[in-house]
Antibody, heavy 113, light 112 residues
């Protein structure tokens, strides 16, 4: 069974970087696409970007100057780094397979001093 | 950017009632490969989103067949034929046709 699990700090200070890890079991990240999505307080969902089976990336232009998605195929993990965070980056962050059929449980990240 | 507008924002239903949710796109979601990458997801309280329907009308494995999707180009509909208690939550349409993938604003299904 495919499983994804996010990990990382739940509290980040403004202007610092947010770093999350998505650990995948049951399926190789060298197949398919793997993305990050966040849900803001309320209902708004935002696709942040993905990394493909080949390692190429695509990002939401609204984040392009701040975001980086990378991977470690030896550990079957992929990563999110979001720089220069503000309180507006407070959200629940999810990793998901690109076909959106498998999701992690989500990690709530609060940006606050 | 492709904007997906979902209506209604909130839906109150009784158990057994059939309901529909609309998703309208600001641009056609028909891809050059002939497919239309419009999906429907449900997020139950306290859970991660779950894929219900992919490519407009294809039922994801394990999803009850009371869920159905239809539509084309810019107008899409999710129908639940006989709401059950486990169907409560927030429904989202989302598109992956255009380079910037986007979500609708969500429709909250509540019990009347």
């Amino acid at each position: 069974e495919v499983q994804l699990q996010e990990s990382g700090p739940g509290l980040v200070k403004p202007s610092q970087s947010l770093s999350l890890t998505c650990s995948v079991t049951g399926y190789s990240i060298t197949s398919n696409y793997w993305g990050w999505i966040r849900k803001f307080p309320g209902n708004k969902m935002e696709w942040m970007g993905y990394i493909s089976y080949s390692g190429s990336t695509s990002y939401n232009p609204s984040l392009k100057s701040r975001i980086s998605i990378t991977r470690d195929t030896s550990k079957n993990q992929f990563f999110l780094q979001l720089n220069s965070v503000t309180t507006e980056d407070t959200a629940t962050y999810y990793c998901a397979r690109g076909s959106f059929d498998y999701w992690g449980q989500g990690v709530m990240v609060t940006v606050s001093s | 950017d492709v904007v997906l507008t979902q209506t209604p924002p909130t839906l109150s239903a009784t158990i057994g009632q059939s309901v529909s949710i609309s998703c309208r796109s600001s641009q056609s979601l028909l891809d050059s490969d002939g497919d239309t990458y419009l999906n429907w997801l449900l997020q139950r309280p306290g859970q991660s989103p779950q894929l219900l329907i992919y490519s407009v009308s294809n039922l994801e494995s394990g999803v009850p067949n009371r869920f159905s999707g239809s539509g084309s180009e810019t107008d899409f509909t999710l129908k639940i034929s006989g709401v059950e208690a486990e169907d409560l939550g927030v429904y989202y349409c989302m598109q992956a046709t255009h380079a910037l993938w986007t979500f609708g604003g969500g429709t909250k299904l509540e019990l009347k």
